[in-house]
């Protein structure tokens, strides 16, 4: 069939199998319009299988140093919330502006998760945040750092004298919840103020907690509970992660050291 010697040569000249795959989308959607408007009877794709493996994306994370550095640009504008010279709701913006950072590296939530989050779903004296997930499966984060912790009591005080009547956790300055859009060009600014050279995103952010928590130990079926993957097959893409930190530790603590 032409379409297998297409997606034959698009292999060969070394495209990605991510890149097949949206052209093919593009194809079945067509071809599906095509029939739809009786111009075909079945769609030539109708029974084509093409298997082209698992998507192996590696991860972009982000380096502990520019991580640092982000955090502490936006929690040095906390620091100096109580300033006369902002109003109430300001203060609130710097506060809520240096806890998204910080909750996207704790808690590796999704930017769709987190504005979609309303102060019901906020468990203070645990430090735990109800997360309403894809497929609406829900999750629990904990806020584990102590000083992110710290800086959510803190944004909780500033929040109940703005907006104790508004149902979001993050609002914006006119008590709506805070928009996607929004939210990236917060991680955008604070990065350009921070003198980072790179994007930083809140996907980016996540992959950065994850990767994280596996070089500090942890494993698959914890990383795959903490970003909240129905399959363990969604949380694969960091076998590599986990690959690299267990040949470092058993470099570390080879047992013939013992014998050698």
Request: hydrophobic share 45%; with cysteine; net charge positive.
């Given at each position: 069939?032409?379409?297998?010697?297409?997606?034959?040569?698009?292999?060969?000249?070394?495209?990605?199998?991510?890149?097949?795959?949206?052209?093919?989308?593009?194809?079945?959607?067509?071809?599906?319009?095509?029939?739809?408007?009786?111009?075909?009877?079945?769609?030539?794709?109708?029974?084509?299988?093409?298997?082209?493996?698992?998507?192996?994306?590696?991860?972009?994370?982000?380096?502990?140093?520019?991580?640092?550095?982000l955090i502490q640009t936006a929690d040095q504008r906390a620091a100096?919330?109580?300033s006369h010279r902002h109003s109430s709701v300001e203060r609130l913006?710097?506060?809520?502006?240096?806890?998204?950072?910080?909750?996207?590296?704790?808690?590796?939530?999704?930017?769709?998760?987190?504005?979609?989050?309303?102060?019901?779903?906020?468990?203070?004296?645990?430090?735990?945040?109800?997360?309403?997930?894809?497929?609406?499966?829900?999750?629990?984060?904990?806020?584990?750092?102590?000083?992110?912790?710290?800086?959510?009591?803190?944004?909780?005080?500033?929040?109940?004298?703005?907006?104790?009547?508004?149902?979001?956790?993050?609002?914006?300055?006119?008590?709506?919840?805070?928009?996607?859009?929004?939210?990236?060009?917060?991680?955008?600014?604070?990065?350009q103020a921070a003198n980072l050279s790179r994007r930083i995103t809140?996907?980016?952010?996540?992959?950065?907690?994850?990767?994280?928590?596996?070089?500090?130990?942890?494993?698959?079926?914890?990383?795959?509970?903490?970003?909240?993957?129905?399959?363990?097959?969604?949380?694969?893409?960091?076998?590599?992660?986990?690959?690299?930190?267990?040949?470092?530790?058993?470099?570390?603590?080879?047992?013939?050291?013992?014998?050698?």
């Amino acid at each position: 069939m032409a379409i297998e010697v297409w997606i034959a040569k698009l292999q060969k000249q070394q495209y990605a199998a991510s890149s097949i795959r949206r052209k093919l989308a593009c194809l079945r959607a067509f071809f599906r319009y095509m029939v739809d408007q009786g111009h075909l009877l079945v769609s030539p794709l109708r029974d084509l299988c093409i298997r082209l493996g698992a998507p192996r994306r590696l991860t972009r994370v982000v380096p502990p140093d520019e991580i640092r550095a982000l955090i502490q640009t936006a929690d040095q504008r906390a620091a100096r919330w109580k300033s006369h010279r902002h109003s109430s709701v300001e203060r609130l913006v710097i506060l809520r502006n240096a806890l998204l950072v910080r909750l996207f590296c704790v808690t590796g939530i999704r930017v769709g998760e987190l504005v979609s989050l309303r102060i019901a779903d906020v468990q203070q004296q645990e430090r735990m945040l109800l997360i309403h997930g894809k497929g609406n499966r829900e999750r629990i984060a904990f806020v584990s750092d102590p000083a992110s912790a710290t800086l959510l009591d803190r944004y909780l005080q500033a929040r109940r004298m703005c907006f104790k009547d508004r149902e979001p956790l993050f609002p914006n300055a006119f008590g709506a919840a805070l928009s996607t859009d929004s939210t990236r060009a917060i991680l955008r600014a604070l990065a350009q103020a921070a003198n980072l050279s790179r994007r930083i995103t809140p996907h980016m952010l996540r992959h950065t907690a994850a990767t994280f928590l596996l070089e500090n130990g942890a494993d698959l079926r914890i990383v795959q509970e903490f970003l909240g993957h129905d399959s363990i097959r969604s949380t694969e893409r960091y076998i590599h992660v986990a690959r690299v930190h267990l040949i470092r530790v058993l470099r570390r603590a080879n047992p013939l050291k013992r014998v050698a």
